[in-house]
């Protein structure tokens, strides 16, 4: 906290110091208080780059689900959701923490900046190859629970693709964070923009090629293992020289594995509905849709948790912010700024949506339906999702804060999880309302596979 302004005036009477007026203006880090002009000027380009991304990783699931590698291995399908989604989970939880850094303060001196960002760098490396391998883990468990059988070495392969493109992921954010976010700009998305696959969508290339190149050796899936459980005791060594990012080492896991296993619910559904004709187009909107709602709220959690380091200490809830359990007008209605800034994005999910559905037609007119009855509930859906995600947004920041746990590290996995699992099941739900209306305009062409490599 920085006093920016001190006004000072002393009343003299008679010669003598008869009083003392002092104002005072506690702005963090000498920022002015936000409006909603502010926080749109903030946050409006890096969501329209970001969901520049997700458009991408849309089409191009659309073209790689017929995929020799995909149509064989039905897992893949499943470990698609998860993986994206634990990537944006790394993103988002390192923005947000080097964010709360830069804003409070604490990496100002450049030895202590490069201390704490290689460190979480390195807690981001040993979480992805972990939670990388859990998440083909429960791809497997789901796909054995809806009564696919399980094959010892596609099991293999789906493990050591899972690990790879993770540890891939992980590694593609390093000249992304290598300079943390300047102190009052949109925290969390704005480094998450920088990236050129900001949804995900390299990781579903090599994961195909990781998976026929990994079928056709026998050598190379124990060498890929064996240099990875080499790899993790290290980056745990680089990890524990920030005291902050040992603590996560030691308790962070589980938000990070329960978002998985959430998402990984959502993949079971984009799985089980992308070969049924009337789910036409799932796999184009689906990134887009959990994308959206990952990202927004994410930046919401961002922004409340800063606020709460710059106002508060762990444990103690401002007097503004005492209940626990806020209901929704508080949520979005109330004259506080993180009020505000719920209010800010809500406004601009149905113009964000349009804007990325706009592009989704210009390029795929034949594989999407684009009539106003499924705009409509395409809208809606969004809708729902991002108010339903930002109150408890509201709820989770102010239940970890007051446990004295950091709504950074604690909230953002799982509500980006839980969008996850929201934004696929509603968008399911859409499509399954269009059809049952009968209303589809007519799609051009026949459902036939895009062509894939061989």
Partial sequence: MVVTRLALELCF?????????CELARWPRGAPPETAASIVGQVLVPVLLSGLGMVVAGLLMDRVQHWPVFTEMKDLLTLVPPLVGLKGNLEMTLASRLSTAANTGQIDDPREQYRVVSSNLALVQVQAAVVGLLAAVAALLLGLASGQGLDVMEAQVLCVSSVLTASLAACALGPAFRSPPRPRVPRGLELRSHLPDASGPSLLGPLRCQAQELQDSQYLT???????AALTPACVLVAKQNPPVVRILKFGWFPIVLAMLVSSLGGLILNKTLSRPQFRGMAVFAPIMCGVGGNLVAIQTSRVSTYLHLWSTPGVLPLWMKKCWPNPCSTFCSSEINATSARVLLLLVVPGHLAFFSVVSLLESQS???????????????LVQVTVLLHLADVAVRLAWR???DPDDHCIPYLTGLGDLLGTGLLALCFLIHGLLGTGARLGGPLDPAPGPS
């Fill in 403 to 405: 446990r004295a746990l």
């Fill in 13 to 21: 009477q008679g010669g003598r110091l008869r009083g003392v007026r």
């Fill in 222 to 228: 124990p060498l890929l293992c064996v240099g990875f």
């Fill in 368 to 382: 999407v339906p684009s009539d106003r009855t499924f705009v409509l509930l395409y809208l809606l859906a969004g």
